[in-house]
DNA sequence: GGGACGTGCAACTATCGGGTTGCACATAAT
DNA sequence: ATTATGTGCAACCCGATAGTTGCACGTCCC
């Protein structure tokens, strides 16, 4: 009914679900602070090894939140804002149509 | 450095994580459609028992997202709309914040 | 009262996800 | 050439979670 270009809604699901993690979003907020960073510095500001942070870095990137382009034998990460796009999208029109349906009930209640 | 009201980053985090689960997504799907449904009445449309439902049901309201109000023998359960607005605009912040920042930075990189 | 229907609680299983350690390999720096 | 630093890969551990089944209890209907 939506007409969702399909593939849509698993990209929000693969955001959602990288989003879900405290720790990657401690990642996220970290990047916003210094751009280009290498998985190793981000471990030195987390209390968890530098495996685990490449892999957090790993599930971000299939959500598109995320890049790492490589520079001499260190590998620096950089957001990718437009990686929220849809998400965002999803997530104001699922709002707007919880009320506009909490706005019908109301309407039919009243009646 | 932000002000946030502190308990918010925690409800922010139960929302995310309750609509990181597909199931639980569809689950908010059918209540947009039929509002005050029975938990058995959701597990028939969907190939899970009911008490996975139940459980589901219990990690939506512990988000806010849900209410369940008992009408004689039977719970019926309610889209709750003003539980998806703080993690709505936290998730915009967040966008916007990255948007500034890159603009930042590829400033930066022209001069 | 007695069946039917819906909910609540508990135990149990199995998979997934976040985290770890250990080591091999590649690229700098001296 | 040797050392140091950073990455990549693999095996492994453990707790959380999505799911199940089974049964007891409350409530409506006849």
Do not use: C, F
Not at 11 to 24: C, H
Not at 91 to 99: I, K, P, V
């Amino acid at each position: 009914m939506t007409a969702e270009p399909d593939g849509e809604v698993e990209e929000v699901g693969n955001v959602l679900v990288a989003l879900a993690d405290p720790t990657r979003r401690r990642l996220l907020d970290l990047l916003v602070a210094h751009d280009a960073v290498t998985a190793t510095t981000l471990a030195a500001r987390l209390p968890v090894s530098r495996q685990a942070i490449v892999k957090h870095l790993a599930v971000l990137d299939a959500a598109g939140l995320v890049v790492g382009h490589r520079v001499g034998r260190e590998v620096r990460y950089s957001l990718r804002p437009a990686g929220l796009d849809a998400t965002t999208r999803w997530m104001s029109a699922l709002a707007t149509g919880w009320d506009r349906r909490l706005a019908v009930i109301k309407r039919a209640a009243e009646a």
